[in-house]
């Protein structure tokens, strides 16, 4: 079997994990209660990278729900189903996660930060934004894609469906705590500072913060999506520049934007 | 046989049970399905094998496939190769038909047995076949069918289709989504020393686990290293089968590194002409591989052993090798007796490196797909065909043409206008008034219809437009418009459309109904269905069975809808669905079961769902009637045929198909409130209202009185309300009644009947017994023909005024009326309900009431404590035999806290203020 690398708390791990929430409340249940187990791994406790991720992002499915009660989406159905497709990746990455070289199905972006959990420790904003980075530069294009198809619908620009995207994204921005101006400029430096394949990828998209970037990503996987061999190639390719950015977010350098 | 070959089964004794008693374990529907995922080598393949001789000793048909990594596989390969072994061709006359004919050869192939389906590397399976599969696990192909198919899970990363689809059918109870795990540290030993025999060093079984990671493919063929005598271990399974590559004769390595250019499986035949040697010469090579564990022979031909080693021997084939051997497999291919597979030629022209020659197969194999509605898989053909042409070749516009409209039908709509904008820029363009046209067409199937408007509009500017391309101009636009409830403009466009000559029967049809359909809701409806009952007749004389289709489809949608002539909808939906053709008839009935249950004729109703089942209806439209049917089950209080129809519904879905979620959650809210599951009801009418546009006034009308309904049921049955649910579900009343003042009227009626059912609710919730706006609501019903919300309406209304305790002899003839409708539907908990109110206040039903067969009275409560719940009634005996809070809450499994306050309500109703005094009138009524 498996290690087991949530230590006291794997087996609440594992019950947990069994649940596969299909709405947004259940969403948000098992973010509370995954909250609750995830202050509990040794020897970081509260203070473990996943936990300040996890932390925000419960917060932000938590504003989710407020919105969508509120009626202050165009297309609710297209956004609940997003909502829990999005997650269900968040889920699965921690359903195969068993340790450094030991989870072949995690991806590698999650990886880099599950491995951060047991330390050395790392400041709470960019390892929040450690998360961030996985969940909406490599999660959420496939999720997109998911929910599109599911619904039968398209990734068209202008749509209310981008409409409701993009109020997500603000979601994202107004929660993390100086995630913006001055934040944004030392975000920029530190891009800078890095060379190549990064760059391109942020095609100076970083005023926005990733706003777009997921977006246009996911018009770019939707067009692959019946070709198994392209897609996987672009999965691979999606999950390397992420993987790039977390290393840098986690290293000492990462400690600048705080 | 499969021993020797496979080597021992160690540690999956308990996975292998499993499976096959969740297979034999057919859900409500009939059928059962196990998925097992799992990486490479991980051991689904074997357990497939396993489990499938296994289920066949136990007299299951087993039919086997594999589906294809060729990337571009022929639809329904997998299960058509299966259905082939047992010489079964499928020839289909329409779409809803294949599905039909599939099925029709499965059964036969089952013989009155069970049927066991297995399908391996289902990760590769095209759309049509998850498809398929959906529709055969729904039960709608009547096929007593298990199926057993093996994922990679490598593949389910990021946006593949199956992960959705495994995601929605984990959740029902028939199927099970395994993952196999690879094997642990002991159960790899013991695998080592199978394999070893005698013996193992313990060092040696640890490294063995350490390098496999416990991957049984991996630990097996090391240990086999272990056993051979080969002292240093190879660390990666490449190194293994790359040594072993070294061992083989020449003549056999040719053999293997042939097989891995092909697709499997490898015919004899095939082989012999792939490498050039003499018969007894190429038997042997053959034998040397599967000696060396290289490829294993079966009754269909060649594979190699496993999808690692063909993976591993990719990258050992020179470019220029498979070259060659992908054009001997063209050419073998093309040179045999019967019609070559299109979608096998093709692949190995390609990679032959010769378009010009694999263009004819790619096409031929578009044609293919598109012969079996694979359209899907037809439109990447056609942009495979336009990959292999160059910009000048003059094929290209028709292969444009095709591509477009093959993206249109399988719904790639961005791709279908981007390849519309290639065709319009060559030089041999058809017309532009064509090409608007279709651009108008292709829009509106994707939803941007101010787009479509403007591209009608050009259209009918264009100059080269003919007249009949004019009036179908005018008629697609007459009906889109009527789509966006533009009733004036569609009036305008559809009475242009008529006037012209030279239009088809099918647009004077489109033009009339759009006609009938916008007058009728321009407050003109008998102009209107004059109108239309003239588009069925044009339709009739025309005898085009989409036609006549179409054209009582809007009569009867009009009829039994704005109108409210139910009856008459429902009469002209049944004869048009005699005359129709398949699809279309499967809709009328829909129409015709829908108007019937709104009229309280729930047993017609289910005879015209029999019928319409009979049809076979496969995709949106058994979603639809399947919808239909539970609603029915839910009436009759048949919970476990409507959990069948919901998860069959939920099956479907799980291949796309949001429109349909919000009736499912209403029907499981119905249906769980019956059971007195009141969360389950909560949970499905919460997550309704999440999903619920604001301008679905009807459909959140439905949802909201289901929610405040069970909020209600709750607070009767002495449960816990949900203060914050309630908040939301009044929440939407409100934004109902805002929003029904711009809806049109015959909208309106139906939203405000709604407000007044979920008002009358919020009363009862509330605790404010009041019968006004029950009379309201029942009135209201009445009005719109519709007997089932109107008698319910009148339960209530009794009840509140049997509560109120003034004038009693008011609420005999509600609920007397009320019973009666009930008795006459058949709503079995609907009826049974009322009767329990009757008793409850000691009201005859009926002057013969006695003669009515119906359950043991519960004990007699007496007037004094007719106002009190079941609950509190519990909890006042309780209180009488002096209990304290804390051992009433023990006792009732309730906390404490809500213990008191049932106490303040029964202390308020029974007009008393201490438990002496509660325990008095207790022990005075009893």
Redesign the interface.
């Known amino acids: ?2 290690q087991s690398v949530w230590g006291p708390v794997q087996r609440e791990m594992t019950d947990l994990l069994q649940g ?1 929430p ?4 259940a969403v948000v249940d098992q973010l509370t209660k995954l909250q609750d187990i995830l202050t509990r791994v040794p020897p970081l406790l509260l203070e473990n990278p996943l936990c300040d991720f996890n932390k925000l992002y419960l917060t932000i499915t938590e504003g989710v ?1 407020e919105k ?2 509120d ?1 202050e989406f ?4 297209f956004l ?2 997003l909502d829990v ?1 999005f997650a ?1 990746r968040y889920f699965d990455a921690l359903r195969a996660w068993a340790g450094t070289d ?1 989870s ?2 995690c ?1 590698q972006v999650w990886s880099s930060l599950f491995a951060r959990i047991p330390g050395p420790d790392c400041r709470p904003l960019p390892s929040a934004c450690a998360g961030v980075n996985a969940h909406i530069n490599y999660d959420l ?2 999720a997109l ?2 929910t599109f ?6 990734p ?1 620009d202008d749509s209310d469906q981008h409409h409701d995207y993009l109020v997500i994204n603000e979601i994202f921005a107004d929660s993390i705590p100086g995630l913006r101006r001055g934040y944004l400029e030392k975000w920029q430096l530190l891009i800078d500072m890095m060379n190549g394949c990064l760059d391109d990828w942020w095609q100076g998209e970083a005023v926005e913060y990733t706003r777009n970037v997921a977006w246009r990503n996911a018009q770019k ?3 692959l ?5 392209a ?2 190639k672009e ?1 691979a390719g999606l999950d390397r520049v992420a993987t790039d950015l977390n290393r840098l977010l986690l290293s000492p350098l990462g400690a600048f934007l705080q | 046989m499969a021993s020797e070959e496979d080597g021992p089964l160690v540690g999956r004794t308990g996975t292998l049970t499993q499976i096959q008693s969740d297979l034999r374990n057919a859900g409500p529907g009939g059928t059962s399905a196990v998925f097992l995922t799992g990486e490479s080598g991980v051991g689904k393949s074997r357990l497939l094998r396993e489990t499938a001789a296994a289920m066949r000793d136990a007299d299951f048909a087993v039919l086997s496939g594999t589906c294809l990594d060729i990337g571009d596989a022929s639809p329904l390969h997998p299960v058509l190769q299966a259905l082939r072994q047992f010489d079964h061709n499928v020839q289909p006359a329409d779409a809803g038909d294949l599905l039909d004919r599939v099925s029709q050869a499965l059964r036969e192939v089952a013989g009155g047995r069970r049927l066991l389906l297995v399908l391996d590397d289902l990760q590769w399976a095209d759309r049509s076949t998850r498809q398929l599969l959906l529709y055969l696990l729904a039960g709608l192909g009547d096929v007593p069918l298990a199926v057993l198919a093996a994922v990679r899970a490598e593949a389910l990363h990021g946006a593949h289709p199956l992960r959705k689809v495994l995601a929605e059918l984990r959740r029902l109870r028939s199927v099970r989504v395994i993952d196999l795990a690879p094997l642990d540290r002991e159960q790899t030993v013991e695998l080592v020393a199978a394999i070893a025999g005698g013996t193992v060093d313990p060092e040696d079984a640890e490294r063995v686990y350490k390098r496999s990671g416990g991957n049984p493919f991996v630990a097996e063929e090391l240990a086999r290293d272990l056993r051979d005598g080969r002292v240093e271990l190879s660390d990666t399974l490449r190194e293994i089968f790359l040594s072993r590559v070294d061992e083989l004769p020449t003549a056999a390595y040719a053999v293997v590194r042939a097989i891995a250019a092909g697709v499997e499986p490898v015919g004899h035949e095939v082989l012999a002409r792939i490498v050039p040697l003499p018969e007894d010469q190429l038997i042997e090579a053959v034998r040397a591989a599967v000696a060396h564990r290289f490829v294993i022979s079966q009754q269909d031909g060649y594979r190699l052993r496993h999808r690692l080693v063909s993976e591993i021997l990719a990258d050992e084939v020179l470019p220029a090798e498979a070259t060659a051997l992908h054009r001997r497999y063209a050419e073998a291919l093309e040179s045999g007796d019967t019609e070559p597979d299109h979608a096998r030629l093709a692949h190995h022209w390609q990679r032959a490196g010769e378009p010009a020659r694999a263009l004819p197969s790619v096409v031929a194999a578009a044609r293919d797909a598109e012969a079996l509605y694979g359209f899907t898989e037809a439109h990447r053909y056609w942009s495979t065909a336009l990959d292999l042409t160059t910009g000048d070749a003059p094929e290209r516009t028709e292969l444009l043409a095709h591509a477009a409209e093959s993206a249109h039908r399988c719904g790639e709509h961005q791709r279908a206008l981007a390849r519309l904008d290639d065709l319009a820029s060559r030089s041999d363009a058809p017309s532009a008034c064509d090409l608007h046209l279709r651009r108008a067409r292709y829009l509106t199937a994707a939803g941007r219809t101010a787009l479509a408007e403007a591209e009608y509009v050009h259209a009918l500017d264009a100059p080269d437009c003919s007249p009949a391309q004019r009036a179908s101009a005018a008629a697609q636009l007459a009906e889109l418009l009527v789509h966006l409830g533009r009733y004036a403009d569609a009036n305008e466009r559809a009475r242009e459309a008529l006037e012209m000559t030279g239009a088809t029967s099918a647009d004077l049809v489109r033009a009339s109904a759009a006609l009938g359909y916008s007058a009728a809701f321009r407050e003109d409806p008998a102009a209107g269905l004059d109108v239309l009952r003239q588009a069925v007749e044009i339709a009739e004389r025309s005898g085009h069975p989409d036609e006549i289709g179409v054209a009582y489809l809007h009569l009867a949608e009009l009829l039994a809808g704005p109108l409210n002539s139910i009856e008459e909808g429902v009469l002209v939906a049944r004869r048009g669905a005699e005359k129709a053709s398949r699809t279309y008839a499967s809709r009328l009935l829909a129409i015709a079961a829908n108007g019937l249950f709104r009229v309280g004729q729930w047993a017609e109703a289910d005879a015209v769902l029999d019928t319409a089942m009979r049809h076979r209806p496969s995709g949106a439209e058994a979603v639809e009637l399947l919808l239909s049917r539970c609603r029915l089950w839910v009436g009759f209080g048949d919970a476990e045929q409507a959990h069948r129809d919901l998860d069959a519904v939920a099956t479907l879905l799980a291949g796309g198909g949001a429109r349909h979620v919000l009736p499912m959650l209403t029907l499981r809210a119905g249906n769980a409130m019956w059971l007195a599951r009141w969360p389950e009801a909560r949970a499905a009418v919460q997550r309704g209202l999440l999903e619920t546009r604001s301008d679905d006034l009807v459909l959140i009308g439905i949802l909201a009185w289901h929610g405040l309904r069970a909020e209600a049921e709750a607070h009767a049955a002495g449960d816990q309300v949900d203060p914050l649910a309630l908040r939301r579900l009044k929440a939407s009343v409100d934004r109902m009644a805002a929003g029904a003042h711009n809806a049109a009227v015959q909208v309106r009626a139906v939203v405000d009947a709604y407000i007044d059912l979920c008002n009358a609710e919020i009363s009862r919730v509330e605790g404010r017994p009041d019968p006004t706006p029950w009379a309201r609501a029942a009135g209201a019903w009445d009005k719109r023909q519709q007997p089932y919300p109107a008698a319910y309406a009148r339960l209530r209304q009794a009840e509140a005024i049997l509560q109120r305790k003034v004038k009693r002899a008011t609420a005999v003839t509600p609920l007397r009326e009320a019973y009666a409708t009930a008795i006459a539907m058949g709503a079995r908990p609907f009826a049974a309900e009322i009767v329990s109110v009757a008793q409850r206040y000691r009201v005859a039903l009926a002057d013969d009431l006695d003669t009515v067969p119906m359950p043991p009275p519960e004990p007699d409560p007496g007037d004094e404590l007719g106002a009190l719940t079941q609950r509190e009634r519990e909890v006042l005996a309780a209180l009488a035999e002096g209990l304290t809070n804390r051992e009433i809450g023990e006792r009732l499994f309730i906390s404490e806290r809500t213990v008191g306050v049932h106490v303040g309500h029964i202390f308020d109703k029974l007009q008393v203020r201490t438990r002496v005094q509660a325990s008095r009138v207790y022990l005075t009524a009893a």
Do not use: I, Q
């Not at chain 1, 165009?74 to 159905?77: E, Q, Y």
């Open positions: 079997m498996t596969y299909d709405d947004v409340p729900l969508l009660y009626g165009k297309d609710p159905a609940s189903r497709e269900a030991m072949p199905r991806p294009p496939f894609v998911t198809d599911h619904l039968g619908t398209e068209v996987l939707w067009c999506r019946n070709d198994m061999g897609l996987d999965r």
